[in-house]
């Protein structure tokens, strides 16, 4: 098992209840947080009456993001702790956890000088130990170091002497290999949110709420599928015959498949990842036309409104035209507020029941190549250290909001787990967490509010446009990295799935890198931005760019609002 961040599962070994069929012993290894070595407790030959067990049960043995627990159901030698798996050995700073589900027919052969040898008479030991022994021929001190293909034929060659169902694991990393003859190997992810879930077979259960619940994404790699009892909805998969994965911090970081014809593969911009980087585009001409309407029950006698309505004109983004009008008169006044943003200020002393503001926009946009800095970048990893003046200039963008200090320490445990999973490289982390949003997180229109905070967006998995630019801010602040709150809009296509977005305005997030500059970022989408995105203001949050705001002072009443926009291409 390996997840996004510390859980603390709780092991019932149902194989020790009275009346069971007991296995010739058991085992299960974890790393505790922070720590390269590695915790095992096994009994070759269970009782009823197992101290080992009861530690399992309860929570006194911590939390961890990997567990590895083997129920041996054949024997391999005698009854001893030297055959009960998993087997663990030192090797690159780090205790390295290894079980085999299978048989072999012949052992491998161990080179002639091996720093690996076994001290059991299992051949799955004879696996680990010459595994281990290639990692040091090729100088590769963990898995991360390890090339997946290299390490697949490897494992081929031994699938070759019999039945080979493995995981290994160096605690950062977790490679699975099934069988190349029949898959014996199968994958669930755990997908969060939840509040009551476990797994478990005849053998087996392991709760994953019992100890508390947390919002952390998960994969398990079993010999044979459990049933799931609780809110997790996913299936159990196989991994193909032949295939290998590896998984860090409960997501998918490299898969090897058997050879053969391949599925198809999605739109990329659809099913982004750590390894899709966008593609150098076009110089684009955009209109956008932006209608609202407020509509009240009583006459406004008395009021005042600020319009954000202008798109930004920089060397990334020209204005070719701009018009805005308001359908009732009053005193108006244009100027630039503390971010940037042009605004029109609108005080009208005359009685009105209808509001209709229309703004037009023609727009180029440059920015077609949002990672041309790439080669030239100097700081690109954890942790960011600013300049005090660097530091004083953008602190507007670095505090986080204000919430409870439990929930912001449970962001930022969740933020931490991208950052560890990407090797603490910046941008890599910062398209995971761009991309988990986009992937792991539902869009549902009027599931939120204004008052929804970037904790109850993490909890829920759900949320629109506005909601996860806020999530993803609030991660980056809390990694020391300034983020801000970008609204505009964004040219989908007129066939798109995402086509409602363009109906509407729409909110996505900057980073200000070292040496780059604002880089954004699209989560709702899971794309970076380029010439489909038309920025109009910025700010710390919501309040600091919207569209249209104001006060009444006198009148009104219930009010009653109408949006429409249109992002269209033009010559």
Not at 333 to 346: K, Q
Request: proline share 8%.
């Amino acid at each position: 098992m390996s997840f996004e961040g510390a859980l603390s599962p709780a092991f019932d070994l149902r194989f020790l209840h009275p009346g069971a069929d007991r296995p010739d012993g058991w085992g299960l290894g974890f790393y505790r947080p922070g720590e390269p070595s590695v915790t095992v407790l096994r009994e070759p030959a269970p009782t009823h009456a197992s101290s080992q067990a009861e530690l399992v049960r309860r929570s006194e043995h911590g939390e961890s993001a990997m567990f590895v627990l083997h129920v041996r159901t054949a024997l391999w030698g005698a009854l001893s702790d030297a055959n009960t798996q998993p087997f663990s050995r030192a090797w690159g700073g780090r205790e390295w956890l290894f079980a085999h589900s299978g048989s072999l027919d012949r052992r491998p052969e161990l080179s002639a000088d091996p720093l690996f040898e076994p001290v059991g008479a299992t051949d799955s030991e004879v696996i680990f130990c010459d595994l281990l022994n290639r990692f040091v021929s090729r100088r590769w001190r963990s898995l991360g170091e390890a090339d997946p293909n290299v390490l697949a034929d490897w494992l081929a060659g031994i699938n070759a002497l019999g039945t080979l169902n493995i995981v290994l694991t160096d605690g950062r990393d977790l490679l699975g290999y099934a069988d190349r003859h029949e898959s014996g190997l199968f994958t669930w992810q755990l997908a969060p949110p939840y509040e009551n879930l476990s797994v478990r077979d005849r053998d087996v259960e392991v709760s994953l709420t019992q100890n508390g619940a947390k919002s952390r994404k998960g994969i398990f790699v079993s010999s044979r599928p459990l049933e799931v009892l609780g809110d997790g909805a996913q299936q159990w998969a196989p991994i193909p015959a032949g295939g290998l994965w590896v998984v860090r911090q409960g997501a998918l970081r490299a898969e090897v498949k058997p050879p053969g014809p391949s599925p198809e593969r999605e739109d990329p911009l659809r099913t982004p990842s750590r390894l899709n980087r966008p593609v150098k585009g076009e110089v684009k001409r955009l209109e956008v036309f932006h209608r609202t309407v407020y509509r009240y029950a009583q006459p406004v006698e008395r009021s005042m409104h600020l319009f954000r309505l202008t798109p930004i004109h920089d060397r990334a983004q020209t204005v070719l035209q701009h018009s805005l009008n308001v359908s009732v008169e009053g005193q108006a006044r244009e100027y630039d507020d503390a971010f940037g943003n042009r605004v029109r200020r609108l005080r009208v002393d005359r009685p009105f029941t209808e509001m209709v503001i229309e703004a037009r926009s023609r727009v180029e946009l440059l920015d077609t190549d949002p990672l041309a800095f790439r080669p030239l970048r100097a700081r690109s990893s954890f942790p960011l250290v600013w300049m005090p003046w660097q530091r004083n200039q953008l602190a507007p963008y670095l505090l986080p909001p204000e919430l409870p200090e439990s929930e912001l320490t449970d962001l930022t445990d969740y933020a931490m787990t991208f950052v560890i999973r990407n090797d603490y490289d910046l941008f890599d982390t910062l398209l995971d967490v761009n991309a988990s949003i986009f992937k792991e997180y539902q869009y549902v229109q009027g599931s939120t509010t204004l008052a929804t905070t970037p904790f109850q967006v993490y909890a829920t998995r759900r949320g629109v446009c506005q909601d996860f630019s806020n999530l993803f801010i609030c991660m980056m602040r809390l990694l020391g990295v300034p983020a801000r709150y970008m609204c505009g809009y964004v040219y989908t296509g007129p066939k798109n799935r995402n086509h409602p977005q363009s109906e509407a305005s729409h909110a996505w997030v900057q980073v200000y890198l070292p040496e780059v500059g604002w880089c954004g970022f699209d989560p709702t989408n899971g794309i970076l931005t380029q010439t489909d995105h038309v920025r109009v203001a910025c700010g710390r949050t919501y309040s600091d760019a919207t569209p249209t705001s104001g006060a009444i002072f006198v009148g009104g009443g219930p009010e009653h609002l109408e949006v429409l926009v249109q992002v269209e291409i033009c010559d």
